[in-house]
């Protein structure tokens, strides 16, 4: 379907943006679609018709929306930030000096060693609000994923069942296998959330926040989180 930009020029029909109800002025730039049979639809320059605007059938309404989503969930967790407490995560806590009694710089000695301590101590607290933090946007993400896949899974078994239907009545009609089709290509987007969603909560699994220097790197976890979540919005069926 086309998307028209124009000018808006005096009318006797008022104009409002069917996103945000605001009314369109005269020399405000606007767009508008026309479905077949239907009214024409209207929406100011700062609500550009997305792809759900463009078609009427619920199920890819349903598919653009999730998409959508996905989309936004990918850029949420992209916000996710451990990378200093990453770059700490492989030093190991000072060793106590083994300074003798009549050392005349032990003094001096300890109070560095304790110096350190303080610091390794406060890296250490930041490592773990960092594996803290790690862990619940790795279980968000898995969350909005299974809901996602949830809705994508309902819109192919209603292609599936509308298939069925159709072949019973209409055994020979091309519309059969073209909604069988969509229906095998949106359980497919399904089953690639649904192994997304999986593999981000093993991943957090592997986070140790008791054991900096042992637990895999955190910026690791969060790479390949991300590319498991972007992977999953790229296998999209529409």
Request: net charge negative.
């Amino acid at each position: 379907m086309k998307i028209h930009k124009q000018v808006a020029h005096a009318s006797k029909f008022e104009r409002k943006c069917r996103k945000c109800s605001t009314k369109i002025q005269i020399g405000q730039v606007y767009y508008w679609i026309k479905h077949r049979n239907m009214p024409t639809e209207n929406f100011c320059k700062d609500h550009y018709p997305k792809p759900r605007d463009l078609t009427l059938s619920d199920k890819l309404r349903t598919l653009y929306d999730a998409q959508e989503s996905l989309e936004q969930v990918v850029r949420n967790f992209e916000g996710v930030d451990v990378s200093e407490a990453a770059e700490w995560q492989g030093e190991s806590s000072p060793v106590e000096p083994d300074v003798e009694d009549d050392n005349p710089d032990k003094e001096s000695i300890y109070s560095d060693w304790e110096g350190e301590m303080n610091e390794w101590e406060d890296n250490r607290a930041k490592y773990q609000e960092a594996c803290s933090k790690l862990d619940s946007a790795l279980s968000d993400l898995a969350s909005e994923l299974e809901s996602i896949e949830e809705s994508v899974r309902e819109v192919a078994d209603g292609y599936h069942e509308g298939a069925d239907a159709q072949e019973e009545y209409f055994p020979n009609s091309s519309k059969v296998e073209e909604n069988r089709e969509k229906g095998d290509n949106a359980e497919e987007w399904a089953d690639a959330i649904n192994y997304a969603a999986s593999e981000i909560e093993d991943l957090r699994g592997e986070i140790d926040a008791d054991s900096p220097e042992k637990g895999r790197n955190l910026t690791e976890i969060f790479e390949e989180a991300m590319s498991v979540a972007q992977t999953a919005a790229d296998a999209s069926s529409i």
